[in-house]
């Protein structure tokens, strides 16, 4: 009953203009500080009709959110119930390890998966959806150095970036993210993994009952005409 009450009211102002109105999007916090600021200009140019919020948490949460109504779409890094929503990929972000400028990786010309074994690697605290994707990159069950590194977890990729730079390990950065301040000054190296799977998909999830297809449509449109050449959009 909710759903179809709130699709008679989208409806109604659709009729009028089909992209006006709230636009209600959710983002995983290792993704959205650097792919929003990318499209909130050309998005205001574009569509300034399209009245945009957004909801920066976790994947459980967004989920919640989304399934509750609070949030009409999210992008996300994991796969979905398909039978709930529909799930479309916008882009694949490649995985690049950054290390310590004095670390012995910054004289190897190519970085194995063998070599991750033994990497000291620091993952985000659980519930971080790139916690298992670099755990599954590196073909790691779990951490062979857990007790080293219990206590060196972060709730956010810049703070795992500064223990990085510090010299506590390495870590896995999804490719948007290599545009972040500490790319340049802060004792960190990055190469990227020549990996096949070395990659996230990033999708936009929505609800299948979702009624303003057409803004997502011109929200989607945005985001990857404004795609650096550092990922690979899906076509």
Same mark, same amino acid.
């Given at each position: 009953m909710i759903e179809?009450?709130?699709?008679?009211?989208?409806?109604?102002?659709?009729?009028q203009d089909p992209l006006a109105g709230p636009?209600?999007?959710?983002?995983i916090p290792t993704l959205s500080p650097y792919l929003i600021p990318l499209i909130l200009k050309p998005l205001k140019k574009k569509y300034p009709q399209i009245k945009f919020i957004l909801y920066e948490e976790m994947t459980d949460v967004l989920l919640k959110r989304l399934h509750n109504h609070e949030i009409d779409a999210a992008l996300l890094a994991t796969d979905v119930d398909r039978q709930e929503y529909n799930s479309i990929p916008l882009f694949d972000e490649p995985f690049w390890l950054a290390f310590p400028?004095?670390?012995?990786?910054?004289?190897?010309?190519?970085?194995?998966?063998?070599d991750l074994d033994d990497a000291d690697l620091l993952l985000?605290?659980?519930?971080?959806?790139?916690?298992? +994707?670099?755990?599954?990159?590196?073909?790691?069950?779990?951490?062979?150095? =857990?007790?080293? &590194? %219990?206590?060196?977890? !972060? $709730?956010?990729?810049?703070?795992?970036? +500064?223990l990085v730079g510090a010299g506590?390990?390495?870590?896995?950065?999804? =490719?948007?993210? &290599? %545009?972040?301040?500490? !790319? $340049?000054?802060?004792g960190i190296v990055a190469q990227k993994l020549e990996f096949k799977?070395?990659?996230?998909?990033?999708?936009?999830?929505?609800?299948?009952?979702?009624?303003?297809?057409?803004?997502?449509e011109a929200f989607m449109k945005i985001i990857v005409e404004n795609l650096p050449n550092t990922v690979m959009p899906i076509k």
């Open positions: 179809q009450a709130e699709v008679i009211t989208q409806l109604a102002k659709a009729h636009l209600r999007i959710g983002a400028s004095k670390h012995p990786f910054y004289n190897k010309e190519k970085i194995t998966r063998r985000l605290s659980e519930g971080h959806c790139l916690s298992k +994707q670099a755990m599954d990159v590196c073909q790691l069950k779990e951490r062979k150095n =857990a007790d080293k &590194m %219990s206590d060196l977890r !972060a $709730s956010s990729l810049e703070t795992l970036l +500064q506590y390990g390495t870590t896995l950065v999804p =490719a948007l993210a &290599m %545009s972040g301040s500490w !790319a $340049s000054g802060s799977d070395a990659y996230r998909r990033i999708s936009l999830v929505f609800r299948k009952t979702y009624p303003r297809q057409q803004a997502l």
